[in-house]
């Protein structure tokens, strides 16, 4: 059974920033992908940003320039450091990891940004 455990959120003020961190079960080696997402109230699930077993990285445009993918592998963890947060970033933010053609997401992370 994998478990994903994200923690790292919190309530900023607009133009601050946050670290979410990413824990999954066993080596985060062994994961094909390690994806973010993020869900606003009555909104869609929408993708974040995402690095691939290549260490390719992909972001969604609207936090582009602002929102940095890292990882310890010492702490076997992903992160997303989130600079410049804005209004719209609030949401529940979702990391997922990929295995076997399967994904397994994580019980998510409440950030809220104040205007």
């Known amino acids: 059974q994998v478990q994903v455990v994200e923690s790292g959120g919190g309530l900023v003020q607009a133009g601050g920033s946050l670290r979410l961190s990413c824990v999954p079960s066993?080596?985060?080696?062994?994961?094909?992908?390690v994806r973010w997402y993020r869900q606003a109230p009555g909104k869609q699930r929408e993708f974040v940003a995402g690095?691939?077993?290549?260490?390719?990285?992909n972001y969604a445009d609207s936090v582009k320039g602002r929102f940095t993918l890292s990882r310890d592998i010492s702490k076997n963890t992903a992160y997303l450091q989130m600079n410049n947060l804005q209004a719209d970033d609030t949401a529940v933010y979702y990391c997922?990891?990929?295995?076997?053609?399967?994904?397994?997401w994580g019980q998510g992370t409440q950030v809220t940004v104040s205007s």
């Open positions: 690095r691939g077993s290549g260490g390719s990285m």
């Open positions: 997922v990891v990929v295995r076997g053609g399967s994904d397994y």
């Open positions: 066993g080596s985060i080696f062994s994961y094909n992908a």
